[in-house]
T-cell receptor, first 114, second 115 residues
Framework: AQSVTQLGSHVSVSEGALVLLRCNYS??????LFWYVQYPNQGLQLLLK??????LVKGINGFEAEFKKSETSFHLTKPSAHMSDAAEYFC????????????FGGGTRVLVKP | DTGVSQDPRHKITKRGQNVTFRCDPI?????LYWYRQTLGQGPEFLTY????????KSRLLSDRFSAERPKGSFSTLEIQRTEQGDSAMYLCASSLSAAGGYEQYFGPGTRLTVT
């Protein structure tokens, strides 16, 4: 079975500071990994994905993530936080043996202070 | 590309009533997924279709839940005899089936409140 753990349910950062959201996964096969963002009362929007190509993945809105197999991690970063980054972020792993259904972490809510 | 749409966006119902939600995927996508998200949690997988075939159902999907995708296009999710524990956001997503890990595109969700 696959699983995802997001460390820290809430993160508070100052505008302009580094954003770091942590994600660790468990998968019996080489994983496909995703980060999604969710704004209040909306669906999920894909930020970026890892599908076994480059280990450093760049996404939208200045976000990037690095796949580290040895650490089973896929942490999300953004060098400089913007007020519009305030949202909830979800890390997910795809089950390639079962229709690519997603298993999500519990989410990390980001608060950006002016 | 008009994206994934869901209807209704909000539904309030009394315990014991039946409700039905609709999802329209991106037109060329042959896979359609349903997830449930409760407050403060990540989405949980319920079921998925490839074309009109329902290929997997989660144990979360009790006998009161049924999903269909009759012509391989839109899908419906019905909950019979709703319970307060069914209150959640129901999310639909679609994707292309491929070996390449195609991402899922999510709709805005239907928020169900059972009173």
């Amino acid at each position: 079975a696959q699983s995802v753990t997001q460390l820290g349910s809430h993160v508070s950062v100052s505008e302009g500071a580094l954003v770091l959201l942590r994600c660790n996964y468990s998968s019996s096969v080489p994983p496909y990994l995703f980060w999604y963002v969710q704004y209040p009362n909306q669906g999920l929007q894909l930020l970026l994905k890892y599908t076994s190509a480059a280990t450093l993945v760049k996404g939208i809105n200045g976000f990037e993530a690095e796949f580290k197999k040895s650490e089973t991690s896929f942490h999300l970063t953004k060098p400089s936080a913007h007020m519009s980054d305030a949202a909830e972020y979800f890390c997910a792993v795809s089950d390639r043996a079962a229709g690519n259904k997603l298993t999500f972490g519990g989410g990390t809510r980001v608060l950006v202070k002016p | 590309d008009t994206g994934v749409s869901q209807d209704p966006r909000h539904k309030i119902t009394k315990r014991g009533q039946n409700v039905t939600f609709r999802c329209d995927p991106i037109s060329e996508h042959n896979r359609l997924y349903w997830y449930r998200q409760t407050l403060g949690q990540g989405p949980e997988f319920l079921t998925y279709f490839q074309n009109e075939a329902q290929l997997e159902k989660s144990r979360l999907l009790s006998d009161r839940f049924s999903a269909e995708r009759p012509k391989g296009s839109f899908s419906t999710l019905e909950i019979q005899r709703t319970e307060q524990g069914d209150s959640a956001m129901y999310l639909c997503a679609s994707s292309l089936s491929a070996a390449g890990g195609y991402e899922q595109y999510f709709g805005p969700g239907t928020r169900l409140t059972v009173t």
